[in-house]
Structure formats: structure tokens, C-alpha cells
């Protein structure tokens, strides 16, 4: 069965870090672009990050850039995602999902929740 579990969630101040992890069972990662989703209360469910399937292609959406840092490391079927400088605007559950490429994810995690708030 292949499966995604998003790790590292919690409740921080604004300015403070997280760092998610999204770990596969039942496939390997490296065949698969992973992206990184977000959904605030009251809100679609929007795209943070995409990391292609050899590390070579990522993006980032506008409001995280230079905050945010996904990365990769294949050999543990894991995808991380960085996040700096956390605001109480990034609160939201946080997924991870694979796929050929983002806009077509099919292997979707439970999410984890972030909390930025003083």
C-alpha cells in the first residue's frame, strides 16, 4: 500500500522555524515529483512547493519564498520542507503528495497542522 506521513507539525510564535518531513512506504519517492499543500480554515487547499523527481526542478509560491526549503533525500524516502520566519498567515494543515508531476498528485498524506500564533 503506498503511503505518505507527514511528520514535525506544531504550534510556534511568529518569527520561529519548523521543519516538516513526509516519509513513503509501498513506493519510492524518487520516481515521483512531490509537492507540498497547504489549507488555512475557510480556504482551497493551495500549492506551497514542487520538487521534481530528480531534485533538479523546484518552486516555491510567492508567499514563501525565501522562507521555505524543500528538499529531498531519496535514499530515506524522504521529502522536507523547511519553514523560517514562520507569520500567523502560514497557519494551515500542511500535506505532502506525489505524483507524475504536481498539478496531477494521486498519493496524497494525512496532513499535519502548523499553528503560528503569539
Known amino acids: 500500500q503506498r503511503q505518505l506521513v507527514e511528520s514535525g507539525g506544531g504550534s510556534v510564535q511568529p518569527g520561529g522555524s519548523l521543519r516538516l518531513s513526509c516519509a513513503a512506504s509501498g513506493f519510492s519517492m524518487g520516481d515521483y515529483f512531490i509537492g507540498w499543500f497547504r489549507q488555512a480554515p475557510g480556504k482551497e487547499r493551495e500549492g506551497v512547493s514542487c520538487?521534481?523527481?530528480?531534485?533538479?526542478?523546484?518552486t516555491y509560491v510567492d508567499a514563501v519564498k525565501g522562507r521555505f526549503t524543500a528538499s529531498r533525500e531519496d535514499a530515506k524516502n524522504t521529502v522536507f520542507l523547511q519553514m523560517d520566519s514562520l507569520q500567523p498567515e502560514d497557519t494551515a494543515i500542511y500535506y505532502c503528495?506525489?505524483?507524475?508531476?504536481?498539478?496531477?498528485?494521486?498519493?496524497w498524506g494525512r496532513g499535519t497542522q502548523v499553528t503560528v500564533s503569539s
Open positions: 503528495g506525489a505524483g507524475p508531476d504536481c498539478p496531477y498528485i494521486h498519493i
Open positions: 520538487i521534481g523527481n530528480d531534485g533538479d526542478f523546484l
